[in-house]
């Protein structure tokens, strides 16, 4: 029973956890409609909808992205009728966009296989919607149709460790397991989607990954991992081991949920010492060759392939001058000369669109960092601006012109969109250009507006 919850425990937990969320829930424009909503169908879409954009992206991010969405495609039937071109414009700039094509994807399939009717259980969710997994089939039926089944997301997963003082790796399969087993346990039969949702409130505002609000925590009295911290901070003061009785956690044997061995308690992180959690790889490193070419005030974009990383989104014409590198492996980056950038524009111009350019019509503009959660693109920008005269490059299904005010009607990356800033934002370089090596911005060396102050003069002490 030591990493599970006992009768008295889980009617602790709902009563409490409830009392915090009915007295202090976000206002949330999802919840709005789950609660006023009589149409399942349609409480169950916005639901959907949420739970999709909210993986892996905060709240604040979601709520206007999902008020636009909610507002061009109110059913799940408007959502099937639009093309994946519409669906890539309205993600634009909320990151991974293969949720959104995966949302789009399914819709179809309600529309074309399910007679419009989203289906009402967890397990029917995961069976016939693509891109619907455990987690977030749990929060449709639950929030939606009222079905009494768990969740676990990050946040639940770090409240569960923490009061279940779980410290083995949080992502194995054992654990994994057991938190979708505690998570089924607890939740209330009578308000499965406030319990849901209240438990990832609270995960989110109270249990945080960082400085905890431990002091007013409604589950403290429950919480194995707040308990152990003040036992441990006794044991830390007083020479006596035998004045408390909480026993330690270091010597449970060989519990595979426990704090490994390998791993010992930290007291400065207190309860923050769950979850545990293996430390992530370093992302693969790419670096590219980007090409702006403007041609009477419009902008050439290539179409992405429609499989892999940011799928069927529009970009500058970009060419890898490199294979992937981890993020401690990048003495190849530095070599990277403004020559050999140069020329490996003009060959993959000739090869791929057959336009030959004079060197010194392609102006360097610096580099953008875009950093994904398994990835790292440097894009080395430069630009071509033809004006009026016809570079030659017609338009195809792939490849189209488009001026700046119609890049809000297609589909693009923040990175393009952080392409275009640098290059309209700055002139050409003079003297020494900038190296090639990691960052996480925009780098680039301006000849300065004299009228314009340099950022350091807003800190310069008077």
């Not at 399942?40 to 909808?49: C, D, G």
């Not at 035998?242 to 704090?259: F, H, K, R, S």
């Amino acid at each position: 029973m030591g990493h599970r919850f006992d009768s008295k425990e889980i009617n602790f937990f709902r009563k409490n956890i409830l009392k915090q969320y009915d007295t202090s829930q976000r206002s949330l424009p999802w919840r709005t409609i789950a609660k006023e909503c009589q149409d399942e169908n349609k409480r169950a879409y916005s639901v959907w909808v949420s739970e999709i954009m909210l993986q892996q992206t905060q709240v604040a991010t979601v709520i206007d992205y999902y008020n636009r969405w909610i507002k061009k495609w109110p059913t799940v039937e408007d959502l099937a009728e639009a093309t994946i071109e519409e669906v890539n414009t309205q993600w634009s700039g909320l990151g991974y966009y293969s949720r959104g094509k995966r949302l789009h994807q399914g819709a179809q399939e309600v529309m074309n296989k399910l007679n419009g009717q989203i289906p009402r259980t967890s397990t029917a969710l995961q069976k016939k919607l693509a891109g619907v997994g455990p987690y977030t089939a749990g929060a449709i039926a639950s929030i939606a149709y009222n079905e009494p089944c768990g969740v676990v997301d990050g946040n639940v997963i770090r409240v569960l460790c923490r009061l279940c003082s779980i410290g083995a790796n949080s992502n194995s399969n054992q654990v994994q397991e057991l938190l979708w087993e505690l998570a089924k346990e607890v939740v209330d039969p009578d308000r499965p989607g406030d319990f849901n949702q209240a438990l990832m409130e609270f995960g989110a505002l109270t249990c945080t990954p960082k400085a905890p609000k431990c002091g007013d925590c409604p589950l403290k009295d429950i919480c194995k991992a707040y308990k152990m911290t003040q036992a441990k901070e006794k044991k830390r003061k007083v020479e006596d081991k035998q004045i408390y009785t909480c026993p330690d956690i270091e010597d449970a044997g060989a519990c595979c949920y426990c704090l490994p061995s390998s791993v010992p308690w930290e007291p400065s992180l207190g309860v923050m010492n769950y979850p545990r959690k293996e430390k992530k790889k370093p992302p693969a490193s790419e670096q590219f060759a980007t090409i702006i070419l403007k041609q009477n005030g419009k902008y050439l974009l290539t179409k992405r392939p429609e499989t892999g990383l940011l799928a069927g989104l529009w970009e500058f014409p970009s060419d890898q001058i490199q294979p992937k590198t981890t993020e401690n492996n990048t003495n190849s980056e530095t070599s990277i000369s403004e020559a050999q950038l140069r020329r490996k524009c003009r060959v993959y111009l000739k090869t791929t669109f057959c336009v030959e350019i004079a060197a010194k019509d392609l102006i360097p503009y610096g580099q953008v960092v875009h950093v994904f959660s398994h990835r790292r693109h440097t894009y080395h920008v430069f630009k071509a601006d033809f004006k009026k005269k016809d570079v030659g490059i017609d338009e195809s299904e792939k490849m189209r012109w488009i001026a700046k005010d119609g890049f809000d009607d297609i589909g693009i990356t923040t990175a393009i969109r952080k392409i275009l800033a640098l290059s309209e934002g700055s002139t050409q370089f003079k003297g020494k250009r900038p190296n090639t090596g990691n960052n996480d911005a925009v780098k680039r060396t301006l000849t300065p507006n004299k009228k314009q102050k340099r950022m350091d003069e807003f800190f310069n002490k008077k």
